[in-house]
């Protein structure tokens, strides 16, 4: 091994990384995603670590890599899991599929952080797939690990593809009885090259997709409180709160703030426990019959009644029971139709929808509208894919005070559109 000692091969081993991004260009996206997987010079995993990251920004492609903004809403900043990342890599041979896209996103984000990430050496398991896994037509996670026999089990999760392109790693050291003179070289460099200076450490604690997935599982749903504080008995005039409701759901959250307008308004309303029940479930009854104004349900309508079932504290049973029922059931006017818009008022999209922009926006020039790319004062509405988001629109519209609604409710609202005359 000539000027490689075993003890420094010793001292090292490979990190291998994955990383979700709000995009393709690091000087502009950022990362929501981290996943680690560390390894001995023989390729056995010895640790991991992942977290979500909150980008400050919008998430970008969720449909690609399945992280929404309600997701990262309370994860840590890349600055806050600076130094614990730092640590993970240090000293280490960096590992990932695409490497130099991985590469380039640590060092952007490093340096957003006031340090810059020193050029480690990098081994890139989609580069060596020529060598070790020869013939094949594709050299992408999902096709390398086929042809490798290593488990992908979830695709675009930064721990499982970090996991994938380990059990890469792991098979192409497997085709060696000893360790390849280029990777012992790797090690070497990696265990001689200086990580300083180190970000400063940060207190945080790592998010996941299963822990927030249990989070909101276990959350008592906000206006639950709300009804066990009323006094029971069934009397009060729902309509101003059904009207009220309806503005407070446009975005499919209820803060604080909220909750206290509600309660003070049922108060003042003389609203009773069981009044207020009947309320919110006429008011999902409301929402299954706008989704079957055109005769079907889509997959985006259904979760979009779930959540406001969630919201309103009714089980999901019963809500796809108030879904099925609203299919034959008479269309009457509502008592609380949403504030109408009106043909030419401005509307920006912002976030990865489930309708294509260019079909959004077609419908919405087609219903009077117009469709502009900035927030101002002169905006109407805000369609956001998500209502956590917080891209630089959807931030400018809660500043301004301009109404921000999810698309499921926008599509809703275009229905109540009055023709220009």
């Excluded at 020869?134 to 992908?152: I, Q």
Aim: glycine share 6%; with cysteine; proline share 8%.
């Amino acid at each position: 091994m000539g000027l490689f000692t075993r003890n420094a091969i010793d001292e090292t081993g490979f990190a291998v990384v994955d990383l979700e991004t709000t995009g393709l260009y690091p000087s502009v996206d950022r990362v929501v995603e981290v996943g680690i997987v560390q390894l001995t010079p023989d390729a056995e995993v010895t640790a991991e670590f992942c977290t979500l990251i909150n980008p400050g920004r919008d998430v970008g492609p969720t449909h690609r890599h399945g992280i929404t903004a309600t997701d990262v809403y309370t994860a840590p900043t890349f600055a806050a899991a600076a130094a614990t990342i730092w640590q993970l890599l240090t000293g280490r041979v960096l590992v990932a599929h695409n490497a130099s896209f991985d590469a380039r996103f640590l060092d952007a984000e490093f340096s957003r952080c006031g340090t810059t990430l020193p050029p480690p050496p990098v081994m890139c398991t989609m580069r060596l797939a020529s060598y070790y896994l020869p013939g094949l037509p594709g050299r992408s996670l999902p096709a390398c690990c086929d042809a490798a026999e290593v488990t992908l089990s979830q695709h675009h999760s930064a721990l499982c593809d970090a996991r994938a392109a380990a059990g890469l790693l792991a098979r192409y050291r497997g085709a060696h009885r000893h360790l390849p003179g280029s990777w012992a070289e790797a090690l070497t460099l990696a265990a001689r090259t200086p990580w300083v200076p180190a970000p400063r450490p940060a207190q945080f604690s790592p998010v996941t997709r299963q822990t927030q997935a249990l989070r909101r599982a276990s959350q008592r749903p906000p206006l639950a409180d709300l009804v066990d504080r009323l006094p029971r008995g069934a009397s009060g005039d729902t309509d101003p709160y059904l009207a009220v409701l309806d503005r407070v759901l446009e975005d499919r959250i209820i803060s604080a703030d909220e909750v206290l307008t509600l309660s003070a308004l049922a108060a003042e309303l003389g609203l009773k426990h069981d009044t207020a029940q009947r309320a919110h479930r006429q008011y999902l009854q409301h929402v299954a019959a706008a989704a079957w104004a055109d005769g079907h349900i889509t997959p985006a309508e259904r979760a979009d009644l779930l959540q406001v079932a969630h919201l309103l504290d009714v089980p999901a049973a019963e809500a796809l029971t108030i879904l099925d029922t609203a299919r034959h059931a008479p269309q009457h006017p509502s008592s609380h139709p949403p504030p109408a818009l009106r043909p030419g008022d401005r509307v920006v999209f912002t976030g990865d929808m489930d309708m294509t922009r260019a079909d959004i926006e077609a419908l919405t020039t087609a219903a009077g509208l117009r469709v502009t790319t900035s927030v101002s004062s002169k905006t109407a509405l805000v369609v956001a894919a998500d209502p956590h988001s917080q891209s630089g629109k959807a931030n400018t519209a809660r500043q301004l005070g301009i109404r921000l609604v999810t698309e499921q409710v926008f599509l809703h609202l275009l229905d109540q559109i009055e023709p220009a005359t």
